[in-house]
Structures are given as C-alpha cells and as structure tokens.
C-alpha cells in the first residue's frame, strides 16, 4: 500500500485516511491548494508523509503557472510553500520539503528545466521514503525481543509515510525476521489514530494487535505487560527533545518511571537542527469539535471551554533511543543528530 504517489495522469494520488477504517477511499488532486487542504484536514497525515504531499503541492501549483520568468516562479513557488507549512506548523517535513524543493528550482536555468525538476524532485522524495524507512526499520527490529510486548501511540506506520512506517517499520521488520510479538496500540485521542489506523494496519499484516484507551497506559506498564514502547516524531529538536502526537509525553514518563525503554522512530527529515530544544517548538491547536464530538455527535455540554495541542513534546531524558536511518542513536543525542543528517545530506538532496 502507497500512501501517495503521482500518478499517470499527473494528478496526486492519495489514501483519505479520515475515512478508515470504515472505507478505503482514495483521492485525486491536481491543483496545491487541494493538497494543502488535505494536510489539513488530516486526509493525508504523519510528518514523512506530508512532507511527501508538499513537495507534489509545490510541483503541482509551478507546473500550472503561466510564465517565462525564472524570478517570477521562484517567488511564487515561495509563496505557495509558505501556505503549504502554515497547514501544520509542527511537522518540520512540511518546511524540509519546500526548502528541499526551492534549492532545486533555483539550481535551473530555464522556467521549463525549473518544471521538470521538481516534478523529478518530488517523485525522488516519494521513491526515497520507502528505502529510508525500510533502513530504519532494519536498525531498529534489533530493538525488539522476541516474545515481547510493545507499546505504541497514534500512528507511525505505512500511513504516516509513502511506505512502510517508521515506529510500525520497526515493528513489521522485526515481524519479518520472524520475531513474534504482540502490540498494545493506545486509542490516541482525540483522533483516535492508534485506534482506527494504527490497528487497522497491524490486523491487515496479521501482527497481533490489542487496543487499550490512553488513560490504560500506566496500568499495563506498571503491572509489566510492555517490555518497550516505540512512537513516531513530527520534529525533533537539536538536543533530541522530541514532538509527537499528544499523549507521548505521558508516555515516556511513564516508561521511565517503570524502567520501560522508549524509543523514538524517525528519518533524519524530522530532524531540525536548528531548534536547539523542544520548548521552542511551535504547538499546532487544531479545532475544538475534535475534542467536543465523535463521528459528528457532540460528547461535551455547550459552554465548556475546550484546548486541543495536537502535540507535545517530550524531553530528551526520558528518550532511551533514536531511531533513523543511520542508526540507532543514545544520549547524549546533539552529536550523533548532527552525524546523521550530515551522512544523510547528499542522498537526500543537502547542500
């Protein structure tokens, strides 16, 4: 299964995963304005894949301009990123992939060369995710043992990527070196991505899976049915502070408290090293109906204030490992961050 791929009619193709489990539908979008609404509104969500979604906004809203003027593109490639990472603020991918995508504009010559490009560009990152994450996984599954339980949170898996996973990449890796386990997905309110799509992933490969509401987590450590929990990263910072999806911070104290590894699984993408420490990581609040509603009916009386951080973040401490696709990476992490994204420029067009 792709997440999102270009396809032959030169349209963006992509799962809307706001409608799993219950429907496997899939969208096509020809236009950048399209595709920013989709990130969104989470039709295409986890930080590797909406990195993907942008570069292919990016080349969607140059190939429909209608100029001979390479400075007049590039501004306007500029301002069509700049609404592309204003979907989600978090997510250092978003603002990774236009970066990735003007570097390569301006490296032309001619505005057709400058179309062409990016289109080649957008379709590299797409083809690299599934090499990047499939390397992470490998690094990884020697993390996992054989018989154990692990913890995981919202979704880090196929769908959170073009391909593969990362926190599930690790899973489904150790799954196929032939390491039997079982999994234990917390619901991740408010979206319930653990619950709808992290499930719905593990059922389809056959992986042993058990649901259990986030407020369950303490329990389960605290009485040792996990041996390990592993989650996915929207950005993490320089000191290897780390954002994920609400609910993680909880997590990793809890893990530390009960003598439980907490690993982190991302790309050097997510990787940002130019923020030197998680509180300066900016918070995406997204709408207060997530919270208030459930499939459309409200949940919470009228007149209640309502707070919804998409994410937090978790302070490096508590992390026992980083995960990449250059390796396993332990405290102290500033050093080793730098190491991998620096191996990590000149394949994944640096410079």
């Known amino acids: 299964m792709k997440t999102i791929q270009w396809s032959s009619n030169g349209k963006v193709r992509l799962?809307?995963?706001?409608?799993?489990?219950?429907?496997?539908?899939?969208?096509?979008?020809?236009?950048?304005?399209?595709?920013?609404?989709?990130?969104?509104?989470?039709?295409?969500?986890?930080?590797?894949?909406?990195g993907v979604a942008a570069a292919y906004g990016v080349a969607l809203g140059v190939l429909k301009l209608d100029t001979s003027h390479k400075n007049e593109l590039v501004e306007r490639l500029q301002e069509i990123g700049r609404e592309i990472v204003a979907t989600r603020p978090t997510a250092v991918n978003l603002s990774w992939a236009v970066e990735r995508m003007l570097r390569v504009a301006k490296r032309q010559d001619t505005v057709p060369q400058i179309k062409e490009a990016l289109l080649a560009e957008a379709q590299r990152m797409e083809a690299e995710d599934e090499e990047v994450n499939r390397r992470l996984g490998r690094y990884g599954a020697s993390l996992i043992e054989d018989g154990s339980t692990i913890l995981t949170h919202c979704n880090a898996g196929a769908l959170a990527t073009v391909a593969y996973g990362t926190a599930l990449g690790i899973i489904r890796a150790a799954w196929e070196e032939g390491k039997r386990f079982q999994v234990y997905a917390a619901e991740t309110r408010p979206r319930l991505q653990g619950m709808r799509l992290t499930a719905w992933e593990l059922v389809r490969e056959g992986i042993p899976v058990t649901i259990i509401a986030d407020t369950m987590v303490g329990h389960f450590l605290r009485r040792g049915h996990i041996r390990c929990a592993i989650v996915g990263a929207d950005r993490i910072a320089a000191n290897g502070d780390v954002a994920n999806k609400i609910g993680t911070y909880n997590i990793a104290v809890l893990a530390k408290e009960n003598d439980i590894p907490f690993y982190v699984a991302a790309p050097t993408s997510t990787v940002d090293l130019d923020t030197p420490h998680g509180d300066l990581i900016p918070i995406e609040e997204r709408p207060h109906q997530e919270v208030t509603h459930i499939g459309g009916l409200r949940i919470a009386p009228e007149g209640a204030k309502v707070a919804n951080p998409a994410f937090d973040v978790t302070p490096h401490r508590y992390v026992t490992a980083i995960v990449t696709e250059g390796g396993i990476i332990r405290a102290p992490y500033q050093e080793g961050l730098r190491q991998v994204v620096g191996a990590a420029l000149p394949f994944r067009g640096g410079g």
Not at 24 to 33: A, G, K, N, V
């Open 15 to 50: 799962i809307d995963q706001t409608r799993l489990p219950e429907a496997e539908i899939y969208l096509e979008l020809d236009d950048y304005r399209q595709v920013a609404a989709a990130i969104k509104e989470m039709q295409v969500r986890g930080a590797p894949a909406i």
